[in-house]
């Protein structure tokens, strides 16, 4: 699976849009990039996900951008409750492939 | 439709002690995935079981941990002679599909192992 580079941690004022980067240069034609969130410590949560068009969902909008290297999750309105951790994880759709979840971003929505 | 129930949600066990930690996927799911998480770091892939199968289980240490998924009742992973360092919080996923498909995981809220 390729790896994702994300920054470590972001602030983002409450009302705002909160636009979350993640790079993966490595991607390969088959892997989706796939986006949960972890907040505080409980049990990760799905978000979205996507293989090359932009996706959008009650939660969030998924940018991939046009030769896959990296994408932005966008919240279009930050509130205190999206203060999470949040993963950006790139996996293929072949059998034997995982997810796997590096140290995310760490994001703080501020009132 | 209830979640991926796990218990306990949290365990205090003594060094050389045995740990048992319970998942129950969601209804219909039979594809089980745990992960350890170690405070302040991000979440590990363990094993990945379906019923009655061990599918992956390159994430699991070699000795003490070990996982099964019966034909009825719970996934169980079970660390035998625990150490100080196996205190984590353990994560418990399921999903309807397998790893051929796209479908996301569906997380428990965690057991909390702590090792005296």
């Known amino acids: 699976d390729a790896k994702t580079t994300q920054p470590p941690s972001m602030d983002c004022a409450e009302g705002r849009a909160a636009n979350l980067p993640c790079n993966h240069s490595?991607?390969?034609?088959?892997?989706?990039v796939y986006w949960y969130r972890q907040i505080h410590s409980q049990g990760p949560q799905y978000i979205i996900h996507?293989?090359?068009n932009n996706e959008t969902n009650e939660m969030a909008s998924l940018i991939i951008t046009e030769d896959r290297k990296s994408s932005t999750l966008i919240l279009p309105h930050a509130t205190l409750r999206d203060t999470a951790v949040y993963y950006c994880?790139?996996?293929?759709?072949?059998?034997?492939?995982?997810?796997?979840f590096g140290t995310g971003t760490s994001l703080t929505v501020i009132p | 439709n209830a979640g991926v129930m796990q218990n306990p949600r949290h365990l205090v066990r003594r060094r050389g002690q045995e740990a048992r930690l319970r998942c129950s996927p969601m209804k219909g799911h039979s594809h089980v995935y745990w992960y350890r998480q170690l405070p302040e770091e991000g979440l590990k892939f363990m094993v990945y079981?379906?019923?009655?199968?061990?599918?992956?289980e390159s994430g699991m240490p070699k000795e003490r941990f070990s996982a099964e998924f019966p034909k009825e009742g719970p996934s169980i992973l079970r660390i035998q002679q625990v150490v100080r360092g196996d205190s984590a919080a353990y994560f418990c996923?399921?999903?309807?599909?397998?790893?051929?498909?796209?479908?996301?995981?569906?997380f428990g809220e965690g057991s909390r192992l702590t090792v005296l």
């Open positions: 996923a399921s999903s309807p599909v397998g790893q051929g498909g796209t479908g996301e995981l569906f």
């Open positions: 490595t991607i390969s034609g088959n892997e989706y």
């Open positions: 079981l379906q019923k009655e199968n061990i599918i992956d």
């Open positions: 996507g293989l090359k």
């Open positions: 994880i790139v996996r293929g759709s072949n059998t034997g492939n995982q997810f796997y």
